[in-house]
């Protein structure tokens, strides 16, 4: 398939489309690199540095040009920046994905793939979370993430567009020389790989005290490569108009300190532990119901938390 992805700098948009092109596809790229790293994208694959909110860009890649698919990362994704500066958040993630959309449906691409999150569903009610859960988001950022899905699913049901939303858990690992590489690093598992690269004398634990088997809080993870495939999968079975939504996880919950201790394993370092109060919003235990996209996808997520972890650490010692 010939295909365009938005975001393709960043760190989840650069492994797919490594992994596309692996799988034979041609890619153009498209990122601001404002938060994005230019090496990330392959050699071989065509870029624009463009923002997905510059029609005349986006309209000049598009249009008349056969594309068969659209996959759509660029997005700010910081939680708590994004409530600090909400208004920056809906501007960026909803703005430029209506600006996105429109070019999409006018140069009539039949797909679009949209990187969505586990945080439209806020703090849930049950566990594991499926599809039919409620989306309540609890910051800027996840509701702007559920607006784009909105505006999917009414645009699929006006205009001739197959759309899928894939809502992501926590995504960690890395593929071959494409890692984490967050200017502000917000996610777990860098963080505690930090401690044994020397760039941290600790890690720091939110909560101990939760109603979890060590009181540390449970979360699902799912590898790069893993989430790589589902899109991959959802371009594949996107044979009709309308609108789906995947969630994406290993389907099983690992804790902070089941973390901490994967890392002193695949480290051999001792990585001492700082305990700190709990994190206000942190939900006890978020972990993903990915039988949907087993049935219908065809997709199952392969690799454990040791392999995501093995991989990270492999691109942070290759990175110095």
């Given at each position: 398939?010939?295909?365009?992805?938005?975001?393709?700098?960043?760190?989840?948009?650069?492994?797919?489309?490594?992994?596309?092109?692996?799988?034979?596809?041609?890619?153009?790229?498209?990122?601001?690199?404002?938060?994005?790293?230019?090496?990330?994208?392959?050699?071989?694959?065509?870029?624009?540095?463009?923002?997905?909110?510059?029609?005349?860009?986006?309209?000049?890649?598009?249009?008349?040009?056969?594309?068969?698919?659209?996959?759509?990362?660029?997005?700010?994704?910081?939680?708590?920046?994004?409530?600090?500066?909400?208004?920056?958040y809906f501007a960026n993630n909803v703005g430029g994905s209506i600006a996105l959309v429109r070019e999409v449906v006018a140069a009539g691409v039949p797909r679009f793939v949209f990187?969505?999150?586990?945080?439209?569903?806020?703090?849930?009610?049950?566990?594991?979370?499926?599809?039919?859960?409620?989306?309540?988001?609890?910051?800027?950022?996840?509701?702007?993430?559920?607006?784009?899905?909105?505006?999917?699913?009414?645009?699929?049901a006006a205009r001739p567009l197959s759309a899928t939303s894939l809502r992501y858990f926590n995504v960690a690992g890395a593929h071959g020389d494409i890692g984490e590489r967050h200017a502000t690093e917000t996610h777990l598992i860098p963080n505690v790989l930090a401690v044994p690269a020397g760039k941290r004398e600790a890690v720091d634990v939110f909560g101990t005290d939760y109603p979890t088997a060590d009181g540390s809080a449970v979360r699902d993870y799912?590898?790069?490569?893993?989430?790589?495939?589902?899109?991959?999968?959802?371009?594949?079975?996107?044979?009709?108009?309308?609108?789906?939504?995947?969630?994406?996880?290993?389907?099983?919950?690992?804790?902070?300190?089941?973390?901490?201790?994967?890392?002193?394993?695949?480290?051999?370092?001792?990585?001492?532990?700082?305990?700190s109060p709990r994190r206000a919003g942190d939900p006890a235990t978020l972990v993903a119901s990915s039988t949907k996209a087993n049935a219908e996808l065809g997709w199952s997520a392969e690799l454990d938390l040791e392999q995501m972890v093995s991989d990270a650490w492999r691109f942070h010692q290759q990175r110095g």
């Open positions: 398939m010939k295909l365009l992805v938005t975001g393709g700098a960043g760190y989840i948009g650069s492994v797919v489309t490594a992994v596309l092109r692996e799988g034979g596809h041609q890619v153009t790229v498209l990122d601001s690199l404002v938060t994005g790293h230019r090496d990330a994208v392959p050699a071989e694959v065509e870029f624009v540095q463009a923002d997905v909110a510059d029609n005349a860009a986006v309209r000049g890649i598009l249009a008349g040009n056969g594309f068969d698919g659209v996959l759509h990362f660029a997005a700010l994704s910081l939680v708590g920046q994004s409530v600090q500066d909400p208004e920056s990187s969505s999150t586990a945080a439209t569903y806020g703090e849930p009610e049950s566990i594991p979370i499926t599809e039919e859960a409620p989306t309540r988001p609890t910051s800027p950022y996840g509701a702007s993430k559920l607006a784009v899905d909105e505006l999917l699913r009414f645009t699929a799912i590898h790069v490569v893993d989430l790589a495939k589902a899109h991959v999968r959802a371009l594949e079975t996107s044979d009709r108009p309308g609108h789906r939504v995947f969630n994406l996880g290993i389907g099983r919950g690992y804790s902070v300190l089941e973390v901490v201790d994967t890392v002193r394993k695949v480290t051999a370092h001792p990585v001492p532990v700082r305990e």
